[in-house]
């Protein structure tokens, strides 16, 4: 019976789901790390936020599957090397966190970072203690962005041989067998679903002080 290729097929969908979840968000915490210096040196210094913002913002028009392609070219890696799609998406990720880590803390308010210097912060010290813990909210809102974004185009480099659950879309239309599409669509759709929502849950609880605020 055709429902009956669910259950009997349980191990493989969670050995996708792992190397889905494994694809998408390794590259959102990489990302992570190195957009938060290069959205400080942008938030800091109008100049670059001139060049920083704007190059991100042309990273992330590059079309996903042109990138997995000509990525092995270019960082020597075989074509169907799942690190392809790490770095691709790390990229994207870079680029869609930049200006949300300068936005984020560009809206820090400037009495605040004021009084910090005047308590004897020094710049790398405020950051981390002042500025990167009131940028949480933005910085949560973009992750949330990245994260589903990623999610989601993990999927097309199963038109290279390496997405994940998006196997289940190129495996179904050449065995035209729709089950295994939908079943690739709705665990797709679930893990972005989970995934946003723990990320919101760390939003609030990093940011004890917006409850309290709201409560107030």
Do not use: C, K
Not at 116 to 127: K, Q, S
Not at 181 to 200: E, N, Y
């Amino acid at each position: 019976m055709v429902w009956d290729w669910i259950p009997r097929n349980l191990g493989m969908l969670g050995e996708l789901l792992g190397e889905h979840v494994v694809l998408a968000l390794v590259p959102v915490l990489i990302g992570l790390v190195l957009a938060v210096p290069i959205g400080w040196a942008a938030a800091g210094n109008r100049a670059l936020r001139t060049v920083l913002v704007p190059a991100a913002s042309v990273l992330y028009t590059i079309p996903s599957l042109a990138l997995f392609i000509v990525l092995p070219a270019i960082i020597g890696t075989r074509i169907l090397d799942p690190l392809n799609v790490v770095v691709a998406l790390t990229i994207y990720t870079v680029a869609l966190l930049v200006r949300s880590v300068a936005d984020a803390l560009g809206a820090v308010p400037s009495l605040v970072v004021a009084a910090a210097t005047a308590m004897g912060y020094r710049p790398g010290r405020r950051f981390v203690s002042v500025e990167l813990p009131l940028a949480v909210p933005v910085l949560i809102a973009g992750l949330r962005v990245a994260a589903v974004s990623n999610i989601s185009l993990v999927s097309v480099g199963a038109l290279i041989g390496v997405g994940g659950l998006g196997q289940l879309f190129t495996e179904g239309y050449q065995r035209n067998f729709p089950l295994e599409i939908v079943t690739g669509i709705v665990l797709i759709l679930l893990l972005a679903l989970v995934v946003d929502g723990m990320l919101v849950l760390i939003g609030r609880v990093s940011t004890p002080w917006t409850r309290a605020g709201a409560n107030a």
